[in-house]
C-alpha cells in the first residue's frame, strides 16, 4: 500500500538565496526548535498554518545535512532552546551518522505534517550558524503580518 506524495512547494522550487532547493520527506527531518504558539504576546502559530493553507508557502524551510556531535554542540549552545536530540546517534557513531534538520521553518515543517503533506521544499545550507544568520531574511518581508 503506497502512500500518495503531497508536497508542500515553495516560491523558490529550484534556488533560494544561492542555495539548492530539494524536496525531502517530512519524516526525514528532525524539528531544532518547538513550536511558537504565539510571537510577542500575539498568535503566530495558527496565523502561519491559516496562510499556508489558504495560500501555500513562500519561501522554503531552511535545512543542514548534519551530524549529531553538531547537533550536540548545537545543544550545548542553546540549551533547552531547542529541542531534545534524537536518539539514533548509536549506531555508527556520532561522526559518521548524518540527519537533516531544520533551522529555519519549524513551524511551517510541523504545519505541513498536520495539513497532510508527506514532502516538503527545503533549502540546503552548508551549516547551522549560517542557517541561523538566514532565518532574519525569511522574517524580513512578514515582519508586519506575524513579527509586530
Request: aromatic fraction near 12%.
Amino acid at each position: 500500500m503506497s502512500m500518495e506524495n503531497k508536497v508542500l512547494k515553495s516560491e523558490f522550487s529550484e534556488d533560494w538565496n544561492g542555495y539548492e532547493v530539494i524536496e525531502l520527506p517530512i519524516d526525514d527531518i528532525w524539528t531544532s526548535v518547538p513550536i511558537a504558539e504565539t510571537v510577542c504576546g500575539k498568535p503566530f502559530y495558527s496565523k502561519v498554518r491559516d496562510d499556508i493553507a489558504r495560500e501555500g508557502m513562500h519561501f522554503p524551510i531552511i535545512v543542514v545535512k548534519t551530524t549529531y556531535l553538531k547537533l550536540e554542540r548545537a545543544k550545548e549552545k542553546w540549551g533547552k532552546r531547542i529541542n531534545d536530540l534524537p536518539f539514533w546517534h548509536n549506531e555508527l557513531g556520532k561522526h559518521k551518522k548524518v540527519l537533516w534538520s531544520v533551522w529555519g521553518g519549524s513551524n511551517r515543517l510541523e504545519i505541513a505534517r498536520e495539513l497532510g503533506y508527506t514532502r516538503i521544499d527545503c533549502a540546503v545550507v552548508p551549516t547551522i550558524a549560517k542557517a541561523v544568520s538566514l532565518q532574519k531574511h525569511m522574517r524580513k518581508p512578514f515582519e508586519d503580518r506575524y513579527y509586530k
